[in-house]
């Protein structure tokens, strides 16, 4: 199950169904954002 951008899916680390690329969220509350390198909405958690 992907996780989306805007989705607040806790501390951890995700990645890019796109490029692959890892985006770390420190906090409970941070949203998950766009990927930075091609603009990607969904997620998998590592
Ligand atoms: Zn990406």
Do not use: A, H, I
Request: charged share 25%; glycine share 10%; hydrophobic share 15%.
């Amino acid at each position: 199950m992907p996780y989306r951008s805007g989705q607040k899916p806790g501390r951890g680390t995700y990645v890019c169904t796109g490029c692959g690329e890892c985006r770390d969220l420190n906090y409970d509350t941070d949203p998950l954002p766009s990927c930075d390198r091609c603009n990607n909405n969904l997620f998998t958690r590592y």
